[in-house]
């Protein structure tokens, strides 16, 4: 009978959806199988289909200084692949900037085979005449490229080991071309198709490391167990000999985001010293790191605050009032720098990346940098300043601190997100507001920051059901972003992340939707069965590893969440300032029994049991004695059981929007105004355009053209692309104004202009912003009419690249003696002192006649990095709206 009844657990299905199944003691998907040996031992033969048909044609286009700059957005360079006798495959001579013969029609069916060497021979002869006559390049984007400023020349591409990665190509060295004759022509040797060990899973897991100090997990289902014990033992991997967690095998380092969310869901009860000593290394001047991001860090990303939930939930487990004490000063500087910087007269609603996607080209549209990406309104990165501030509040409370006034502040963003950032008709919120002087909704959805706004309160009762039943799923679990964006590989894009399917599956338990539960339980069990490790991320189309631009073996915030699968679902924990409430969430697949021993809790050691299945709770009790609250007191000491008897029924079976994994069409390109008209290239399947005038719908056309107004005041255009089932991206917007209406006012004739030798700036010069020159720059202007404007500043930073690092400048406006804002001067490129661009745009009410602007360095406008906060200032702009 006990045989029996083990083969019965092992044979139960648990999932079935169209390409793969998930059994309580196997995972099968094609011809490839996982199976479970024992609760420490699991076999997998699972390999990528991209290790076996590796395709013969290719796509690829050349980069300056690594940048998507030397053919237009989404035209590349074509070839179909042939190698010679000697398996070498020799291109034909490329020349710089020009799209050669598209061999797209040559039906390529064929397959390369491993180690094939890809012969490259590029003529940058007009790059280097240009260099030498004019002193830069102009691309067909309109950028310039400084012979100053040049690095080099890179490729990228389709196929492996290229990428599309532009945004970290400048720091792969072995995608770089050489010219070491100086005739410019260039040459490159790629090998195709390289056998990399890391492109193959491991076929086999057994217990490596002592896990016995963690919690013990005995249950029905011998998957679930393994899974269990896998994610513990890779946990013990991932502390280092200092006491902090590592972010993955891959990634060595505290990195702040990635340890909060995984405190959240899993280490603030399975490892809170580790956890504390991991969120104290993310303190520096009593603030929180925003270790990288976009641009130059903080203020670009702006998602630090999750630490301050991580924190808490600390807090929560362990009861430490030392701790409390240490944790609220650092939360409350941290909070009131972002209130001054992220906020302004707009709306309630913080500004900065979305949070953790923080990968440009990834989730935003081509043409925002990281200027334009420290504007944008996203979904998650405010459910995270809501939950702070609440937080926050709380906190203020609790340590007699009458200055509270955060509270006020997070009913306001809340108001601000369900009201700019809900979608009605589609029954969800969208991804971001986006723009520069006007904004516009970007209708994806976003994946972590759905389940955080369930999560976290923002969404009333109504909104958390439309969220969960109706957010976009696909087979192998929800994606980060949905509709994909066309062109960008998967990593952010086009891919699923287990740590925010485990959020989403929270969200989905918490509040009653068996089918988001049932669904996301496989998603998560699935990879991590398949792979025998907790990857980093995966394809959204296939749920292969092989193909995102970036992966890792046991991801810190992966193990998290597939060991928060246990604790917060199938025992349902919710840890309060007072105890532990229970909610247990049991899937009839997965009925049984869960038992978990040596789960330790401030002075207790407790086992807990949960029996059968079902979302409510038929019977609760504390050491043999009935409990009608479901709750254990923190306040008790010694060895204690919880057992909890399933209703054995689902009252809310729920549902999901599961849908087939989508593309949305791409973006107009070389939107400009050619005399009346405004002009884009055609997008192919487009079915007609439409045309935005400020943010709002001006004409909808089949053509490629439309005739607009000319005004006094600024108007910003913008095209979007409508397809059969999507839209694309808004266009980069185009300005029309008469010149005539536009105030300049240069740099050097209010400071001293620099001595540096840089090229490219208006009038005589520019004038250097650092921590000692120029702290202080008073502007005196003449506008002719009293109403609203816009202001921004000409500016270079070439202190790091626009993608990471940590030295964005930083300056405060105020203008007539009120502030104004800040001006975000994001990094533009290392060593890029002769890339111009624009600050973010601030809007002011201006008065007829002169006034006066002060650009300042203020204390809350220190940055990430403390020692560099540098820009060349070229010329301050002012426009009226």
Same mark, same amino acid.
């Given at each position: 009978?006990?045989?029996?009844?083990?083969?019965?657990?092992?044979?139960?299905?648990?999932?079935?959806?169209?390409?793969?199944? $998930?059994?309580?003691?196997?995972?099968?998907?094609?011809?490839?199988?996982?199976?479970?040996?024992?609760?420490?031992?699991?076999?997998?033969?699972?390999?990528?289909?991209?290790?076996?048909?590796?395709?013969?044609?290719?796509?690829?286009?050349?980069? %300056?200084?690594?940048?998507?700059?030397?053919?237009?957005?989404?035209?590349?360079?074509?070839?179909?692949?042939?190698?010679?006798?000697?398996? %070498?495959?020799?291109?034909?001579?490329?020349?710089?900037?020009?799209?050669?013969?598209?061999?797209?029609?040559?039906?390529?069916?064929?397959?390369?085979?491993?180690?094939?060497?890809?012969?490259?021979?590029?003529?940058?002869?007009?790059?280097?005449?240009?260099?030498?006559?004019?002193?830069?390049?102009?691309?067909?984007?309109?950028?310039?490229? !400084?012979?100053?400023?040049?690095?080099?020349?890179?490729?990228?591409?389709?196929?492996?080991?290229?990428?599309?990665?532009?945004?970290?190509?400048?720091?792969?060295?072995?995608?770089?071309?050489?010219?070491?004759?100086?005739?410019?022509?260039?040459?490159?040797?790629?090998?195709?198709?390289?056998?990399?060990?890391?492109?193959?899973?491991?076929?086999?897991?057994?217990?490596?490391?002592?896990?016995?100090?963690?919690?013990?997990?005995?249950?029905?289902?011998?998957?679930?167990?393994?899974?269990?014990?896998?994610?513990?033992?890779?946990?013990?991997?991932?502390?280092?000999?200092?006491? *902090?967690?590592?972010?993955?095998?891959?990634?060595?380092?505290?990195?702040?985001?990635? +340890?909060?969310?995984?405190?959240?869901?899993?280490?603030?009860?399975?490892?809170?010293?580790?956890?504390?000593?991991?969120?104290?290394?993310?303190?520096?001047?009593?603030?929180?790191?925003?270790?990288?991001?976009?641009?130059?860090?903080?203020?670009?990303?702006?998602?630090?605050?999750?630490?301050?939930?991580?924190?808490?939930?600390?807090?929560?487990?362990?009861?430490?009032?030392?701790?409390?004490?240490?944790? !609220?000063?650092?939360?409350?500087?941290?909070?009131?720098?972002?209130?001054?910087?992220?906020?302004?007269?707009?709306?309630?609603?913080?500004?900065?990346?979305?949070?953790?996607?923080?990968?440009?080209?990834?989730?935003?549209?081509?043409?925002?940098?990281? %200027?334009?990406?420290?504007?944008?309104?996203?979904?998650?990165?405010?459910?995270?300043?809501?939950?702070?501030?609440?937080?926050?509040?709380?906190?203020?409370?609790?340590?007699?601190?009458?200055?509270?006034?955060?509270?006020?502040?997070?009913?306001?963003?809340?108001?601000?997100?369900?009201?700019?950032?809900?979608?009605?008709?589609? #029954?969800?919120?969208?991804?971001?507001?986006?723009?520069?002087?006007?904004?516009?909704? /970007?209708?994806?959805?976003?994946?972590?920051?759905?389940?955080?706004?369930?999560?976290?309160?923002?969404?009333?009762?109504?909104?958390?059901?439309?969220?969960?039943?109706?957010?976009?799923?696909?087979?192998?679990?929800?994606?980060?972003?949905?509709?994909?964006?066309?062109?960008?590989?998967?990593? &952010?894009?086009?891919?699923?992340?287990?740590?925010?399917?485990?959020?989403?599956?929270?969200?989905?338990?918490?509040?009653?939707?068996?089918?988001?539960?049932?669904?996301?339980?496989?998603?998560?069990?699935?990879?991590?069965?398949?792979?025998?490790?907790?990857?980093?991320?995966?394809?959204?189309?296939?749920?292969?590893?092989?193909?995102?631009?970036?992966?890792?073996?046991?991801?810190?915030?992966?193990?998290?969440?597939?060991?928060?699968?246990?604790?917060?679902?199938?025992?349902?924990?919710?840890?309060?300032?007072?105890?532990?409430?229970?909610?247990?969430?049991?899937?009839?697949?997965?009925?049984?029994?869960?038992?978990?021993?040596?789960?330790?809790?401030?002075?207790?050691?407790?086992?807990?049991? +949960?029996? #059968?299945?079902?979302?409510?709770?038929?019977?609760?009790?504390?050491?043999?004695?009935?409990?009608?609250?479901?709750?254990?007191?923190? =306040?008790?000491?010694?060895? &204690?059981?919880?057992?909890?008897?399933?209703?054995?029924?689902?009252?809310?079976?729920?549902?999901?929007?599961?849908?087939?994994?989508?593309?949305?069409?791409?973006?107009?390109?070389?939107?400009?105004?050619?005399?009346?008209?405004?002009?884009?290239?055609?997008?192919?399947?487009?079915?007609?355009?439409? $045309?935005?005038?400020?943010?709002?719908?001006?004409?909808?056309? /089949?053509?490629?053209?439309?005739?607009?107004?000319?005004?006094?005041?600024?108007?910003?255009?913008?095209?979007?692309?409508?397809?059969?089932?999507? =839209?694309?991206?808004?266009?980069?917007?185009?300005?029309?104004?008469?010149?005539?209406?536009?105030?300049?006012?240069?740099?050097?004739?209010?400071?001293?202009?620099? /001595?540096?030798?840089?090229?490219?700036?208006?009038?005589?010069?520019?004038?250097?912003?650092?921590?000692?020159?120029?702290?202080?720059?008073?502007?005196?202007?003449?506008?002719?009419?009293?109403?609203? !404007?816009?202001?921004?500043?000409?500016?270079?930073?070439?202190?790091?690249?626009? =993608?990471?690092?940590?030295?964005?400048?930083?300056?405060?406006?105020?203008?007539?003696?009120?502030?104004?804002?800040?001006?975000?001067?994001?990094?533009?490129?290392?060593?890029?002192?002769?890339?111009?661009?624009?600050?973010?745009?601030?809007?002011?009410?201006?008065?007829?006649?002169?006034?006066?602007? *002060?650009?300042?360095?203020?204390?809350?406008?220190?940055?990430?990095?403390?020692? +560099?906060?540098?820009?060349?200032?070229?010329?301050?702009? $002012?426009?009226?709206?």
């Amino acid at each position: 009978m006990i045989l029996l009844a083990g083969c019965h657990r092992g044979n139960r299905l648990l999932y079935k959806a169209e390409n793969y199944k $998930v059994y309580g003691n196997r995972v099968v998907q094609g011809k490839y199988k996982a199976k479970v040996i024992s609760p420490t031992k699991m076999t997998s033969d699972y390999q990528s289909p991209a290790n076996e048909n590796f395709p013969n044609f290719i796509e690829f286009k050349f980069a %300056v200084n690594g940048k998507d700059n030397e053919l237009p957005v989404g035209v590349n360079h074509t070839f179909l692949l042939t190698p010679d006798k000697k398996g %070498v495959v020799k291109l034909p001579m490329i020349e710089f900037g020009q799209k050669g013969k598209d061999e797209t029609q040559s039906n390529p069916t064929g397959n390369l085979s491993a180690n094939t060497k890809m012969e490259i021979r590029l003529d940058a002869r007009n790059l280097m005449k240009d260099f030498n006559e004019k002193g830069f390049h102009e691309f067909s984007n309109g950028s310039r490229i !400084y012979k100053d400023d040049f690095k080099g020349i890179f490729i990228a591409g389709n196929l492996s080991p290229l990428s599309w990665d532009f945004d970290n190509l400048a720091t792969r060295k072995q995608f770089q071309l050489t010219d070491p004759d100086g005739d410019g022509i260039y040459t490159i040797t790629v090998v195709m198709n390289p056998y990399e060990p890391e492109n193959f899973t491991a076929k086999k897991w057994s217990l490596k490391n002592d896990i016995s100090r963690y919690p013990q997990l005995h249950s029905d289902i011998p998957l679930v167990d393994a899974m269990y014990n896998l994610s513990l033992d890779e946990t013990v991997k991932d502390i280092e000999s200092d006491g *902090t967690f590592r972010t993955g095998e891959s990634w060595p380092g505290v990195w702040t985001r990635d +340890v909060s969310y995984s405190i959240i869901l899993a280490y603030a009860y399975l490892e809170p010293e580790v956890a504390k000593t991991s969120l104290m290394r993310k303190v520096k001047n009593g603030r929180i790191i925003q270790d990288t991001g976009t641009g130059g860090a903080w203020p670009v990303s702006s998602d630090r605050s999750i630490w301050a939930t991580a924190a808490w939930e600390i807090y929560k487990v362990t009861g430490d009032q030392e701790w409390l004490k240490a944790i !609220y000063p650092i939360i409350k500087n941290s909070v009131d720098d972002d209130i001054k910087t992220l906020l302004n007269n707009r709306n309630h609603l913080m500004m900065g990346e979305s949070s953790f996607l923080d990968w440009r080209k990834q989730t935003y549209p081509i043409w925002m940098n990281g %200027v334009d990406i420290s504007q944008s309104r996203c979904l998650g990165t405010n459910a995270v300043h809501y939950h702070t501030l609440t937080l926050l509040s709380r906190m203020a409370t609790m340590m007699g601190d009458t200055t509270n006034r955060y509270e006020q502040l997070a009913d306001s963003i809340k108001a601000d997100m369900n009201s700019q950032l809900w979608i009605p008709e589609r #029954g969800y919120y969208g991804q971001y507001l986006y723009g520069r002087n006007n904004f516009s909704l /970007s209708t994806r959805s976003e994946a972590l920051g759905e389940a955080l706004s369930v999560l976290f309160g923002v969404a009333d009762t109504a909104r958390v059901r439309s969220v969960l039943e109706k957010t976009p799923v696909v087979e192998y679990g929800i994606p980060t972003i949905y509709p994909q964006i066309p062109g960008i590989p998967p990593y &952010h894009n086009n891919s699923i992340w287990p740590f925010v399917q485990a959020y989403w599956n929270w969200a989905n338990a918490r509040f009653g939707n068996m089918a988001g539960v049932e669904q996301g339980l496989a998603a998560l069990y699935r990879p991590a069965a398949l792979f025998l490790t907790n990857k980093e991320n995966m394809v959204a189309g296939n749920g292969d590893f092989r193909d995102t631009q970036v992966n890792s073996n046991r991801q810190l915030w992966s193990i998290a969440g597939n060991l928060a699968m246990v604790y917060r679902i199938f025992l349902g924990m919710n840890f309060q300032v007072d105890g532990i409430k229970f909610t247990p969430v049991v899937p009839k697949a997965y009925r049984g029994s869960f038992d978990v021993s040596n789960f330790r809790y401030r002075n207790m050691d407790l086992s807990i049991k +949960v029996k #059968g299945f079902g979302d409510e709770i038929s019977h609760f009790s504390i050491d043999g004695k009935d409990s009608k609250e479901h709750f254990l007191p923190g =306040n008790l000491s010694g060895k &204690h059981q919880v057992v909890i008897e399933m209703n054995n029924k689902i009252q809310h079976e729920g549902r999901i929007n599961l849908v087939t994994n989508r593309f949305s069409p791409a973006a107009p390109t070389q939107v400009k105004l050619n005399g009346e008209y405004l002009t884009w290239r055609p997008v192919k399947g487009a079915d007609s355009y439409t $045309v935005y005038r400020n943010g709002k719908f001006f004409q909808m056309v /089949s053509d490629t053209s439309v005739r607009i107004p000319l005004t006094t005041r600024l108007a910003e255009y913008q095209v979007e692309t409508r397809g059969k089932a999507d =839209n694309s991206f808004l266009s980069h917007p185009v300005d029309v104004i008469s010149p005539r209406r536009v105030v300049k006012v240069e740099a050097e004739a209010v400071a001293s202009k620099s /001595s540096l030798d840089y090229h490219g700036y208006s009038g005589n010069g520019f004038v250097e912003l650092t921590k000692s020159k120029n702290r202080k720059l008073v502007f005196h202007f003449t506008v002719n009419h009293t109403g609203k !404007y816009t202001i921004d500043f000409s500016y270079s930073n070439g202190s790091g690249p626009d =993608n990471t690092d940590n030295k964005c400048a930083i300056r405060s406006v105020n203008v007539d003696n009120y502030f104004a804002g800040v001006a975000v001067f994001a990094q533009r490129g290392k060593d890029e002192w002769s890339n111009w661009g624009w600050s973010n745009p601030i809007q002011v009410e201006l008065k007829a006649g002169k006034n006066t602007l *002060t650009l300042s360095l203020e204390d809350f406008n220190e940055n990430m990095n403390g020692e +560099v906060n540098k820009a060349m200032l070229d010329y301050m702009r $002012v426009r009226p709206l």
